[in-house]
């Protein structure tokens, strides 16, 4: 009887699109094949592999703070595609979680302007960036651990800034997400032990948090810390270069341009990355 009922509700989970919960280290990808994208970017296209099955596959641009600048930008939601032609910017990503007003729920910080509540206690990590006056003593982009970093806004050295949760591996390389069954596609931030940020997007609704976290610790990127940003419909990554143009999840594309769809797809906080002139 038990064996029994068992199995119909390993079948009945099947027939939904569920599988048993990965052990950690059983994913792996294909070696990333770094291309050229404009000075201090990099992007790659790599499958996400179980037993040498393709399971997924992640868009990743790499970018060096050294030669690119952020900017965080909030306004009424539009599509990532019109903020790109409103931004000019090479790369825009979508940013945090956000209510049914299109408001954020953690703190955001854009030319230094504080929006959004500071005392958000979901909130696990900030993405932060451009330090005022450039201080050679503060890094120009990174990943706060909000755990050991309290956010004063008033005080706050960065001018750009996204909270957002949960933070998926902190500076140790500790995993700090729970185990959870739910898969939707997703945007990640991360920073490398050589400086770089890590834009990571998923072309489809394989990973949930806690896989992810596993993947991107025994993964070949040599990340330092990675958050989770808002996921989903939300979670969108777009490329526009003179020589170089790529949307992630790349399926999602003509829905993006098709007005019917764009409201579903609209994003009020976006990310953009610029090319530095110093």
């Not at 120009?140 to 806004?153: Q, S, W, Y």
């Not at 140790?172 to 596609?185: P, T």
């Not at 992810?212 to 996921?231: E, R, V």
């Amino acid at each position: 009887m038990t064996a029994r009922f068992f199995a119909v509700v390993l079948i009945w989970m099947l027939c939904l699109g569920y599988a048993p919960g990965a052990a950690a280290g059983d994913l792996a990808h294909t070696p990333p094949q770094w291309q050229a994208i404009g000075r201090g970017l990099n992007f790659t296209q790599v499958d996400v592999l179980r037993e040498d099955e393709v399971v997924s596959a992640l868009a990743v641009v790499k970018i060096d703070p050294a030669s690119n600048a952020f900017r965080v930008f909030h306004q009424a939601p539009q599509s990532i595609t019109a903020w790109q032609q409103q931004l000019g910017a090479p790369i825009v990503f979508n940013g945090s979680y956000y209510d049914s007003k299109g408001k954020p729920i953690g703190l955001i910080i854009t030319d230094g302007n504080p929006i959004g509540p500071a005392g958000n206690r979901q909130m696990r990590g900030m993405f932060v960036a451009e330090p005022k006056g450039m201080s050679p003593d503060l890094p120009r982009a990174t990943i706060l651990d909000l755990r050991l970093t309290p956010i004063n806004p008033k005080k706050l050295p960065w001018t750009q800034g996204v909270q957002s949760f949960p933070l998926l591996l902190d500076y140790k390389g500790h995993i700090r997400v729970r185990h959870s069954d739910k898969r939707a596609h997703r945007t990640v931030i991360a920073a490398d032990r050589a400086g770089n940020i890590l834009v990571f997007n998923s072309f489809n609704r394989f990973f949930s948090l806690s896989e992810f976290a596993n993947f991107l610790q025994d993964s070949k990127f040599d990340i330092d810390s990675a958050l989770n940003l808002d996921g989903g419909t939300e979670a969108q990554l777009f490329i526009k270069t003179k020589d170089f143009e790529f949307f992630s999840p790349p399926s999602w594309e003509t829905s993006i341009g098709n007005l019917i769809d764009e409201q579903k797809f609209s994003l009020p906080t976006v990310v953009g990355v610029f090319p530095r002139e110093d």
